[in-house]
């Protein structure tokens, strides 16, 4: 007899407050506008191609490839163990509550600076298509309003973030279709085979290698997202099920989308020499005023802001659920707060608070320090893949003492290997994300500044679980994916 979501729920130890008012396509689309084709392309483009040329597309399927390697181990983790917050909860039932703790403390973190990163990162856009000057105030006042505005929909229940995240996605993958046909067939400079020419970078005459793994972020920063998926696992129907479904097709659809976008823009860039040589230093706008011209260009940047807004709306949206799942544990101080729960609209009102006003102070500390702002934000992509990380492993160790998947989607005996090979890719990325934010010549703590983020983060965490422990007070259930002795002599006899 199949069990209701609520005696699953239960079984694993919780009373959902949520609502079930999220549909598979509207759990994908979340996924879908976190990772958000558009806004990672149109961010990190003019850095890659100036890096490394054309050839830095191959990067996104070099990390398409891995991340769905760690997408395949959440799926599952999600499955067995559906609830709300993601990581954390996914770290306590494999590991316990201090491996726990860290890693939702660095995850939260670095999703407290994504969002503060995607929000200003969109105020340049804001500012052309209102035809004002994109100074350092407007971009920030720009930046707030894009924040209010996803925390709205946030605070209106899940039944509007589920439509909001529908209407992004809608947007975002029209926009980049019709943007990329038209560019390909209309507008290109450069035929396909672009793809596999350097066109003379690096323009310094370094190694092609190491530029290839500097620009090759462009892929690491663009294949995550499919995680917030199982971030609102008690909102979705049959959790067990579809959100490993969302996370996969996350991975497929966007990884797809965000590579079409990249090599229509690498085939309609004019100057390619201009652009490698640091002349022409934002392809993406000259791309869109050739292509489109000025009225054009402005109609297709407000696509662009609709996909940055969603992008915004589904980290709030990710960030808020692990905020409330770390205080419906009692894990953190504040936990009194985060979980709270508003009963008319199903969301966790304070933890969406808090997922608005840490990225509002970043933002509006841009108007102190410029540089200040970029090393806190620095830390965004180096969190969320240590976060993931921990995960990975905790599902490894777990794995080796006897941990079976016993959801409704498993690997079987293709487990372990992808399970190694997704902890495998994760430290190849992490060390590349340290090794290629390097600026040779500059002080040490700017050389270094994404692994000087993460070990200042790291280091906070340790201090705080050293002073208060409130991890330990936790009652919550923990580290109960291992089977006991006498239950993995059984599992294994029947393996046997």
Known sequence: MHRSDEDELAALGYKSEFKRDMSPWANFSLGFTYLSPVVGIYT???????????PMIWSLLIVGLGQLLVALVFSEVVAQFPVAGGVYPWARRLWGKKWAWMTGWVYLIALLCTIASVVYGAGPYVATVLGFQASVTNVIWCALALLVLATVINFLGTKVLAAAAIIGFTAEIIGALVVGFWLIVVHHHQNITAIFHTFGAPHDGSSYTKAFLAAALIGIYQYYGFEACGDVAEEVPNPGRLIPKAMRRTIYIGGAAATFVCLAFIMAVPDMGAVIRGEDTDPVTTVLHEGFGATGARIVLCVVLISFLSCAMSLQAAASRLAYSYGRDDMIMGSSLLKRFSPSKAVPPYALLLAAIVPAMIVIGSKVSTDAVTKIVSFAALGIYIGFQMVVLAALRARLKGWVPSGQYSLGRWGLIVNIGALVYGVLAISNMVWSSRTPGAPWYDDWIVGVSGVVVVGVGVIY????????????????????????????????
């Open 44 to 54: 990190i483009f003019a850095f890659a191609l100036a890096t490394a040329g054309p």
């Open 465 to 496: 679980m050293a002073l208060h422990r409130s991890y330990g007070r936790s009652e919550a259930p923990h580290n109960d994916a291992i089977p006991a002795p006498a239950l993995h002599h059984a599992i294994v006899e029947n393996l046997v």
